[in-house]
């Protein structure tokens, strides 16, 4: 049973750092792309970011380009989001998703998700 668990979400203000963590587990995830979108409160879920396997590609969405950076750790089957000077509007349920199929841009549709983890910025 392919899961994806993010963990890491909570409250912090704004100007202030938080790491989600996305550990993947049921499934030979190699080769994968893994990622995370977020939706917030009344909005359609969007596409954050995105890592290849390896490490050699990055796709970010460009309201987190220059904030957010998503490192991989391949021997814990585990993605992370680093999310740097974090804004009000940054507020959302992030979710970690995966597929073997690489983003088009901000463009993404990734067959695996997790159920997400709440990110709250207060101003």
């Known amino acids: 049973q392919v899961q994806l668990v993010e963990s890491g979400g909570g409250l912090v203000q704004a100007g202030g750092s938080l790491r989600l963590s996305c550990a993947a587990s049921?499934?030979?995830?190699?080769?994968?792309?893994m990622g995370w979108f977020r939706q917030a409160p009344g909005k359609e879920r969007e596409f954050v970011g995105a890592?290849?396997?390896?490490?050699?590609?990055?796709w970010y969405a460009d309201s987190v380009k220059g904030r957010f950076t998503i490192s991989r750790d391949n021997a814990k089957n585990t993605r992370y989001l680093q999310m740097n000077s974090l804004k009000p509007e940054d507020t959302a349920v992030y979710y970690c998703?995966?597929?073997?199929?690489?983003?088009?841009?901000?463009?993404?549709?990734?067959?695996?998700w997790g159920k997400g983890t709440l990110v709250t910025v207060s101003s």
């Open positions: 998703a995966a597929d073997p199929r690489n983003p088009s841009g901000s463009k993404w549709t990734p067959y695996y």
């Open positions: 049921g499934h030979t995830f190699s080769s994968y792309v």
């Open positions: 890592v290849s396997w390896s490490g050699g590609a990055t």
